[in-house]
């Protein structure tokens, strides 16, 4: 079993950043970030993998930035310049043993 927590959410205005945060309880495979709006279904939005391996969804390319810390299992999605459309409820996701976990999910909101 492995846990997942997501932090860092919170409500900006367009244009401004917010940084989100995913702590997983061990060691995990295909760390991604996945985003769900209202009304809408869940997309994914960025992969790192263990070999540093990483991909986009085209909305967020050239705003947002996925890390990993590479000793502690924490890994990261840095958004910058958000816009509305950015709006969802954030999720991180890992695999292990060949399952995958998710985390309970984090709101971000960017309204004027």
């Known amino acids: 079993q492995v846990q997942l927590v997501e932090s860092g959410g919170g409500l900006v205005q367009p244009g401004e950043s917010l940084r989100l945060s995913c702590a997983a309880s061990r060691s995990i495979y295909d760390r991604e970030w996945y985003r769900q709006a209202p009304g809408k279904q869940r997309e994914w939005v960025a992969t790192?993998?263990?070999?540093?391996?990483?991909s986009y969804v085209d909305s967020v390319k050239g705003r947002f930035t996925v890390s990993r810390h590479n000793v502690q299992n924490i890994f990261y999605l840095q958004m910058n310049n958000l816009k509305p459309e950015d709006t969802a409820i954030y999720y991180c996701k890992g695999s292990y043993g060949g399952y995958d976990y998710w985390g309970q999910g984090i709101q971000v909101t960017v309204s004027s």
């Open positions: 790192i993998t263990n070999g540093d391996n990483i």
